[in-house]
């Protein structure tokens, strides 16, 4: 069984402690690829260590998180550039709009989000979509740039099920991670309406860990929760799960 865990920041510092554990806890059970999205330019240098580490199992993106959109956001745009025309990336991300903790850079989030989408495309990349609080104007951006060449992953769904079927409508799977477990969650209650092409599985490591860890800290191993969670909802083996899934990410990433 080879489980994929599609949005894992193992480069965090919340792993010094411990990474190399961390990373044969995931492995023993089964998850054998992890897909690792970008921060900012600051934490570059610690995902490169993280891929010479784990060649095998670990593929990086490259993007400019929405809540670390500044001032200086067009200095972090061309880092961003200059690393995809210099080496292999398997997506632009994480990349989107979060009005949770700050409204201030909404024009800036907008900008940066649809620049990294033009990106995307030169490279034939998927993008990878950070959304919290900002449904209308990820879509907003989405509906400018919808093309064939646009695709990739909602990471961490947690929209209705009218967001879910708009997201599918631009070419995203939805990335479902431990919000599914939680009680007051609500997409376990519409998620065995849509169909298992459009899933794949994903921590957010070290956040939203999934019951019964929620509040601690996160780490890939608990994909495992997210999938047996899924598993029950759709009536199906973990095995089938994790097969589908994983196809599903292959589709994604291309690889």
């Known amino acids: 069984m080879i489980i994929t865990d599609t949005h894992t ?3 965090s510092e919340a792993f010094d402690e411990d990474r190399n554990e961390m990373m044969q806890r ?3 059970n089964g998850v054998q690829r992890f897909f690792v999205p970008a921060i900012d330019s600051t934490y570059t240098e610690r995902m490169f260590q993280l891929e010479k580490d784990y060649p095998n199992e670990v593929f990086l993106m490259s993007g400019l998180h929405p809540t670390h959109v500044k001032e200086n956001y067009k200095e972090e745009i061309a880092h961003v550039e200059t690393l995809l025309a210099e080496r292999k990336f398997y997506a632009v991300g994480e990349i989107g709009i979060d ?4 409204k201030t850079f909404l024009k800036q989030q907008q900008e940066a989000f649809q620049y990294q989408i033009q990106l995307a495309k030169k490279y034939k990349l998927p993008i990878v979509i950070h959304c919290r609080d900002a449904f209308d104007e990820v879509f ?5 740039e919808k093309s064939e060449s646009l695709f990739g992953i909602f990471h961490c769904f947690t929209g209705t099920k009218e967001h879910a079927e708009k997201a599918i409508g631009y070419n995203m799977k939805l990335g479902i991670g431990g919000v599914v477990t939680f009680k007051n969650g609500k997409i ?7 169909p298992l092409k459009h899933i794949v599985l994903e921590t957010d490591a070290p956040y939203l860990a999934p019951t019964p860890y929620r509040g601690k800290r996160n ?3 608990y994909v495992m929760n997210v ?3 899924v598993a029950s909802i759709y009536e199906k083996s973990t095995a089938e799960i994790a097969e589908i899934t994983t196809k599903n990410s292959k589709a994604i990433f291309g690889v």
């Open 188 to 194: 376990d209650k519409f998620l065995h309406e849509i």
């Open 219 to 221: 780490e890939s191993s």
């Open 99 to 102: 009005l949770y903790w700050d």
């Open 26 to 28: 995931a492995i023993k």
């Open 227 to 229: 999938l047996e969670k």
């Open 9 to 11: 920041h193992l480069y």
């Open 140 to 144: 907003e951006v989405l509906e400018k």
